[in-house]
């Protein structure tokens, strides 16, 4: 799976975020007032994400409607593989450091990777 720029990975999220098939117009409403993008700068973005074979296109009377055809859980569980790789050699090690170096961690922060890994080991226990 491509990963994709931040432009067209912010557009997806909009598609994701929906959970319905959607416009150009409703994923224009849905950017960021600070983020405004021309309606042919959108298009340019979801007929690359087209391409790409992350949305599939069909009209709906006089608009075109776009929906996911890749879910988000898949496209995130492929991203955060790629980081680990990337970023942190596949180590843990190396990714707890780069966390836990400085105040950025709050004490609920680390209660909850204490109860995700609480999980995975009971889960792995079965």
Do not use: C
């Amino acid at each position: 799976m491509k990963r994709l720029p931040d432009s067209e990975l912010e557009l997806m999220q909009i598609i994701w975020d929906a959970g319905h098939p959607v416009t150009r117009l409703e994923i224009e409403y849905q950017l960021p007032v600070d983020r405004k993008l021309s309606a042919t700068t959108i298009l340019s973005f979801l007929s690359r994400l087209q391409e790409k074979g992350f949305v599939d296109v069909y009209r709906e009377g006089k608009s075109n409607v776009y929906e996911a055809a890749v879910p988000k859980n898949a496209y995130l569980k492929e991203e955060s593989r790629s980081i680990w790789k990337r970023l942190y050699q596949n180590s843990v090690g190396n990714f707890i450091a780069a966390l836990g170096s400085g105040d950025e961690l709050s004490d609920e922060d680390l209660d909850e990777l204490q109860d995700f890994l609480d999980r995975e080991r009971r889960e792995r226990g079965k």
